[in-house]
């Protein structure tokens, strides 16, 4: 780790104005991945401006229904709130299921939104990676890679992102809020992330410089009735190797609305509309829920270790949904 | 002061709180990383990149120019070491312990500098500076069952046993089991990273260090510097866990060399992502074995062959074959391990060595079994109890194998189990239950023990022994009070320096049996010494034990601890989660000195091996020679929320004829438990699992070809 | 011009300022145990991996390998040798103590501190992913041994005396009836909510 410059930012103007647009300065809330890439040399930023402090830490109503929730609000309390509780579960689950309870007290939202994948090239600075050395390679496509893509296929780059929130917030429709020294914009979460194709060390559309300052969740009543499984390779305190983020609302066996979005599979959180438009009108039926998934999974493509996770995709999207129906019906 | 009146009431075998608990729940308790020294200097160890080949050139005099740098040490600059010798533990040392004596890069984390600084902010980033230039040759880590330079090693124990015909009795049973099993790379892991101090004062060297064993470091760091052992101490005060990682390594060397150069006190601490390279780890093992037996069981043959994998610098041979020589006998008996040499650090001994891995293969083989001749596996296990010793003919010490297998069949309620697999549902989860069997030697090794009746009327013992978690210090403390008589509450055990002269180190389950000779031969013959009413001199009265011609003329046996296990697993079939519910171990461990912490060995090794089934594995990646995801994120110890209610218990083991009664008890526990497991997986989906860990994808695919 | 790279800071610290110039790059667990001497809070992984370097930050939970030590200015930090009440052990010290929740000790202070952080975010009643039912109108989840455990999986025991953790953590909670009635084996597997 090289030495760096360390300020604290009064406000936001203060934060974008320290940060300058200089490409080796990084704004720092939790930490708890920018540390740890700081340690092992992904990340050498030369100055760190400390936005933990800013006044962004609020969970509020929006006057349509929906929420506001400022983008240095913990993990833990953003996983505590009551409105996003009441309002939104999938998303306090996927909160609650992502790391430990000493991360997520550190973790903020907007640092959450940032973090970088856990594929092991990545974090390992003697390896050739795209995503951390442009055109050095992806070693995973042919190495260890059980845990990497199968669907949105790139192969300059085939790591997962690793956040079990922002499948959540896919699924939720999350506008993304931000502050630039030209003035503020918003991202649809759909938009934030970019795809890997052939660029996968450009992971968000936020422009150069800019301060995530919080997100707004749209109202959605079809959250009322929502869940976050997640499977992974220990029961608690690991990343996934599969998560599904589900929203569901049925009425008279009919299914009316449905948000879906899938967690480890795909460099961004992904949002499986296909699945969704095969949901919405149909019956309330495991063959429906079995032919939604297939819908989204047929755009897969497993590498050669990874070909379990179709059928892991498939099996707990039906699960999930046939859970979300089971408590429609009680 | 006189001596006091004795006390009525034995101390072993009943509960007592850690000696040393207060200070471990107050941060009190300073591990080796926690000495405060003046002037310390901060080793960092820089590790190859390359995973064969040899060192060009080190650039280090930009970094010696960076801010705070003392020293660079590579194989150019460092002290010469002597690594011809044969060291306490009868073996000779790993050359990865022998850092800096050449420019040969055997593995990818080969110790290739160190670099001291006097922060270890400063240490760090001059160590991720220096550059290395490699000339890199091609290596070779692929691992299978089938390399044809896979030949048979004897390491700590003969490679081959074999007696009978195995294919004519293979071809007269009735029922035969010929499958292949798999266990993966796997690591120790203790909480705390290996860390170690070293200074020079007055001619002396000093190291603070954590390890299983101080006076086997101190022969060691004698014999590689050519030093005079008396000149050389070793303190490990408070050890975080050590199952088997924690004797000579590269830093303890690399902090003495520097310390030398410097002539200030350097610490070398290992990082957690060093420790996949340089601290050991169990081997991957490849196993077969054939079973064959009569309709009723009774096993006619009996093949075990393991393959393991050792580095092409040093050679550790992992036993997985070993086990059967004492479980189970039949009229036609091969067991075989061989080794493969190839481009990959050293293996060690890890928690059970031999008997971890090669149980799963064993017990999950006899389960099989057990479903093809449609008898239960516990009555299975127990129509094959062998009178002596399958291999040695030895006589065993008490076997209490059956004893252990009825309590635990009670308790856990074996009886209403129904054998057929894939039958039991509740709401996503397939349950399941299995069984197996467990042992694991219980040998003694020479150690000396002084005891002191203090002015004051306390007791001080002091042995080189190490708690690396076990509770040897209050284990000790009880054993010694017994033994003069005395309650607990009068003994001080100090341990942990090698000042105090040769001791067993915390290892192979011998190190409470082993140090508990040598404290009752002392403390019984002070005892005899002092006369009620007696005055004590204030320097004390000191009686000193050394148990070498005590254990040379035991009579040979086959003594072992033994255990039965059992768990009850969960199975999510649409995912592949595996869920452990329950666990039992009922172990026949010899005497239990102290029940509250023995538990603790107990649980823990069964908790291990619910890792071993379900978690652990470091994946190599043959294109670049060294593990995935080197840390504790990708390589997955059980936590918390894997860890159901885990009980263990004992069964009375009594042994007239040995002296000290105790047995081993840090091993047992993980021995056959990923086997109950696995079996118990076979239960609940009907589906073997023959290779380790049980990963949701392995159960996802296997369910799908099934 | 060159950057500052260090600063003079002022760490609160078990009710105690400590005033001391560190390297930017210092984390709060180096500074605690390299430069203020307080080597109880253990270094496990560095990585945010494994919990030992477990602290009190605000009376919340944290991990001080990945807070830098600059960065922590101003915060109450409460380290494992800051939680007994002078000589008297806290109620999880003690029960750890009396219930062997340890062996070799080295993951215990993190343990201890994140058991008394774990307990005020239950009793401020956050739900766990072992919840179930999230909802704020659904009955706060009581602690139950799979609450515990599901709350402590930020801490790793290698000796693996997770058992006895959760029995310490529960005995000192006073959750003693409720969670022993839940850690008991029933006929198929183990009665938890």
């Known amino acids: 780790m090289k030495e760096f410059d360390y300020r604290r930012a009064p406000d936001v103007p203060g934060a974008l104005a320290l940060l300058d647009d200089r490409p080796d300065a990084r704004y720092l809330a939790g930490g708890t991945n920018l540390v740890d890439l700081m340690k092992s040399g992904v990340e050498r930023p030369a100055r760190l401006v400390d936005v933990r402090e800013l006044p962004l830490d609020r969970v509020e109503p929006t006057p349509d229904g929906g929420l506001r929730i400022g983008a240095t609000v913990t993990n833990s309390d953003l996983a505590a709130h009551p409105e996003v509780r009441r309002r939104y579960p999938v998303l306090a689950q996927a909160v609650l299921a992502g790391a430990s309870g000493q991360l997520r007290n550190m973790a903020t939202v907007g640092g959450n939104l940032l973090q970088r994948t856990r594929c092991a090239y990545f974090t390992d600075t003697a390896k050739p990676c795209n995503k951390r050395a442009p055109g050095s390679g992806c070693p995973a496509v042919t190495g260890e890679h059980h845990n990497h893509a199968v669907l949105g296929a790139s192969r300059s780059c085939v790591a997962v992102h690793p956040s079990d929130m922002a499948v959540a917030l896919a699924a939720l429709d999350a506008v993304v809020h931000y502050e630039t020294a030209d003035g503020p914009g918003e991202l649809p979460l759909g938009w934030f992330y970019l795809p890997a194709g052939d660029t996968p060390h450009r992971e968000t559309a936020l422009p150069a410089g800019a301060l995530i300052t919080g997100l707004t969740l749209p109202p959605a009543p079809v959250a009322a009735r929502s869940r976050y499984r997640k499977v992974r390779e220990r029961a608690s305190y690991a990343f996934a190797i599969g998560s599904v983020a589900a929203a569901l609302d049925v009425r008279d066996g009919v299914v009316r609305d449905a948000r879906l979005a899938f967690g480890a599979v795909a460099s961004r959180p992904w949002r499986a509309r296909t699945a969704e438009r095969v949901l919405i009108g149909a019956p309330a039926t495991a063959r429906t829920y079995a032919d939604a998934a297939g819908a989204e999974l047929a755009a897969a493509r497993p590498l050669p270790h990874n070909g379990y996770k179709v059928p892991l995709m498939h099996n707990l999207t039906v699960a999930v949904l046939s859970e979300l129906t089971g408590e429609a019906a009680r | 002061m006189t001596t006091a009146q004795r006390t009525a009431v034995r101390a072993v075998g009943t509960g007592h709180v850690r000696v040393e608990g207060r200070d471990k729940v107050t941060g009190a308790a300073r591990y080796a990383g926690d000495v405060p020294f003046a002037e310390l200097g901060y080793g960092w160890l820089v590790l190859s990149t390359v995973a064969r080949g040899r060192i060009r050139d080190i650039a280090s005099g930009p970094v010696l120019e960076m801010p705070g740098v003392l020293a660079v040490l590579d194989h150019r600059s460092a002290p010469r070491l002597e690594t011809d010798y044969v060291g306490l533990l009868g073996i000779r040392p790993d050359p990865t312990c022998a850092v800096f004596q050449h420019d040969t890069v055997p593995h990818l984390g080969w110790p290739v500098a160190l670099v001291v600084a006097q922060t270890p902010e400063q240490a760090r980033e001059a160590a991720e500076s220096l550059a290395v230039e490699y000339e890199t040759l091609p290596h070779d880590i692929a691992f299978d069952g089938d390399r044809p330079d896979a030949r048979p090693a004897d390491g700590i124990m003969p490679a081959v046993t074999d007696k009978g015909d195995l294919a004519a009795e293979l071809a007269a049973s009735a029922h035969v089991v010929d499958e292949e099993y798999t266990t993966p790379e796997e690591h120790h892991h203790p909480m705390e990273p290996h860390a170690a101090t070293a200074r020079w004062e007055d001619g002396r060297l000093e190291v603070v260090d954590s390890n299983q064993g101080a006076a086997w470091v101190v022969g060691e760091l004698a014999n590689l510097f050519r030093l005079d052992p008396g000149s050389v101490r070793v303190r490990s005060e408070h050890v975080g866990g050590g199952f088997g990682s924690k004797g000579v390594r590269a830093h303890q060397v690399a902090a003495v060399m520097a310390a030398t150069v410097l002539r200030r006190p350097v610490r070398v601490a290992l990082t957690r992502p060093q420790m996949f390279a340089l601290a050991g780890h169990r081997s991957p093992t490849v196993q077969r074995v054939r079973l064959g037996a009569d309709a009723d069981g009774r096993l006619r043959a009996l093949d075990h062959r393991s393959v393991s994998r050792t580095g092409t610098h040093y050679e550790f041979v992992e036993p997985g074959a070993g086990v059967a020589r004492v479980m189970y006998d039949a009229d036609a008996h091969h067991t075989e391990n061989r080794v493969v040499r190839l481009d990959v650090p050293s293996p060690t001994f890890m928690r059970a060595p031999g008997e971890a891995p090669g149980a799963f293969a064993l017990e999950s083989a006899l389960d099989e079994l057990a479903e093809k001749c449609g008898i239960d596996p516990i009555d299975l296990r127990l129509r094959n109890e062998p009178a002596t010793g399958p291999v040695s003919g030895l006589p065993f010490a008490p076997r209490n194998l059956r004893a252990c297998f009825e309590e635990g069949a009670r308790r856990f309620g074996w009886a209403r189990r129904d054998p057929r697999p894939g039958v039991r549902r509740e709401g996503r989860w397939l349950l399941g239950t299995g069984t197996a069997a467990a042992s694991f030697p219980a040998g003694a090794a020479p150690s000396t023990a002084a005891v002191t009746a203090e002015a004051d009327g306390r007791f001080t013992v002091r042995t080189a022994a190490a708690d690396i978690g076990t509770g040897a210090r209050t284990a000790l403390t009880l054993v010694a009070a017994d033994a003069l008589g005395v309650a607990p509450e009068r003994v001080t055990v100090r341990i942990g320096d090698s000042a105090f002269g040769f001791a067993m180190i915390a290892g192979g389950s011998m190190g409470t049996r082993s140090w508990s000779m040598a404290v009752m031969a002392a403390a019984g013959e002070l005892r005899e010494r002092l006369a009620p009413g007696m005055d004590i001199p204030a320097e004390g009265i000191t009686v000193r034990s050394d148990t070498t011609a005590r254990l040379a003329a035991l009579t040979a046996v086959e003594r072992h601890s033994y255990g039965a296990q059992f768990a009850e697993v969960a199975v999510d079939p649409a995912t592949g989660e595996v869920r452990v519910r329950r666990m039992l171990g009922i172990f026949a461990a010899g005497r239990i000195v102290n029940p509250l912490t023995a538990r603790g060995q107990f649980t823990g090794g069964m908790i291990w091996g619910i890792s071993m089934a379900l978690h652990e594995e470091a994946l190599r990646d043959p294109a670049f020679g060294g593990p995935v995801g080197a840390d504790l994120a990708g390589y997955h110890v059980a936590t918390h929320a894997d860890v159901p209610r885990v009980e263990a218990d004992w069964v009375d083991d009594t042994d007239p004829d040995d002296p000290v009664g105790i047995k081993g008890i840090g091993e047992v526990g993980i021995v056959g438990a990923a086997a109950a497991i696995a079996n118990a997986v076979w239960h609940a989906t009907g589906v073997r699992h023959r290779s380790l860990p049980i990963r949701p994808d392995r159960v996802l695919t296997a369910g799908s070809d099934a | ?193």
């Not at chain 3, 052990?89 to 003690?94: E, G, I, S, Y």
Request: net charge negative.
């Open chain 3, 1 to 193: 011009m060159a950057l500052p790279t260090s600063s003079v800071i002022t760490l609160h610290i078990n009710g105690e300022k400590h005033t001391l110039p560190v390297d930017h790059r210092t984390t709060l667990l180096d500074a605690l145990r390299e430069r203020l001497d307080l080597t109880g809070t253990k270094k496990g992984c560095d990585q945010g991996q494994c919990g030992a370097c477990t602290v009190l930050a605000d009376g919340r939970r944290t991990v001080a390998c990945l807070q830098l030590a600059v960065a922590a200015e101003g915060r109450e930090i409460t380290t494992i040798e800051g939680v007994a009440d002078g000589g008297r052990l806290h109620p999880v010290q003690q029960a750890f103590l009396d219930l062997d929740g340890y062996q070799c000790g080295y993951c215990t202070p993190g343990q201890i501190c994140s058991a008394i952080g774990m307990l005020a975010e239950h009793a401020a009643g956050w739900p766990s992913a072992a919840s179930g039912d999230v909802r704020p109108a659904a009955a706060a989840a009581p602690l139950t041994a799979e609450e515990i455990r599901e709350r402590m999986s930020g801490n790793l025991c290698r000796c693996s005396a997770y058992t006895s953790i959760v029995e310490a953590v529960a005995r000192a909670a006073g959750a003693d009836a409720a969670t022993a009635a839940a850690v008991v084996p029933a006929q198929s597997g183990e009665a938890v909510a």
